[in-house]
């Protein structure tokens, strides 16, 4: 069931010819060559675009904010059109406060890297704070849970803390598989705790 999950979520992992699995690799779902010490398991396709975006959002905001003064000044003047300066002055505001809340809302979830330490059993993902600087969260396998109803840019949740990852972005594949708990064994019941304690008492 492992092999087979991991071969189903996994198909473009041929690409990685030099890495942990390559085009010859027949067991996607058992990594032999995980190194004993501290790795990478993960690695964001997105990571540079995201870090982009917030850098370029940050740089309009500050141009926008210089430009204040300047705006201020030409609408205090009488011979301004205020039509024009307030649809002028709402262009600028948004691109100088409502950008950036929106792309970090957009991309606080995303995660950028992986890294496991074999010897503790710990997990440290990284994702984006509000500036473009990253943020580490340290966390066990015990701490991973998902969602019965995933929210938005939501693939699972480490510490109550939402992020966002991609399955085929994950250079060890097995560990997406712990992750998801695609390596549990199916639970086919579908009664619930309550009916079930009801029954046992009954």
């Given amino acids: 069931m492992q092999k087979f999950l991991a071969r189903l979520s996994w198909p473009s ?3 990685y010819t030099n890495g942990p699995y390559s085009s010859n690799n027949e067991d996607y779902g058992v990594d032999a060559s995980a190194p004993d010490v501290p790795h ?5 396709a997105l ?12 740089g309009t905001s500050l141009i926008g904010v210089g430009m204040q003064p300047m705006l201020y000044e030409h609408m205090s003047a009488p011979e ?9 002055y709402s262009a600028v505001g948004i691109f100088t406060f409502v950008t950036p809340f929106l792309i ?11 890294t496991f330490d074999p010897t503790t059993k710990e997990y440290s993902a990284s994702v984006y704070r509000f500036l473009p600087t990253k943020r580490k969260i340290n966390f066990k396998l015990e701490d991973v849970s998902v969602p019965d109803v995933p929210g938005a840019f939501t693939t699972l949740c480490v ?27 199916v639970n086919y019941q579908l009664r619930t705790a309550k009916e079930q304690e009801k029954d046992n008492k009954s």
């Fill in 13 to 15: 992992l041929r690409r």
């Fill in 40 to 44: 990478q398991i993960y690695e964001g």
């Fill in 47 to 58: 990571t540079k675009q995201v870090r982009a975006v917030k850098t370029f959002s940050f």
């Fill in 80 to 88: 301004s059109s205020l039509p024009l300066m307030v649809a002028l």
């Fill in 104 to 114: 970090h809302f957009v991309t606080k979830k995303y995660v950028t890297d992986i």
């Fill in 159 to 185: 510490k109550n803390i939402p992020v966002l990852c991609s399955p085929s972005d994950f250079l060890y594949p097995e560990h997406y598989i712990k992750f998801m708990g695609y390596d549990k064994p």
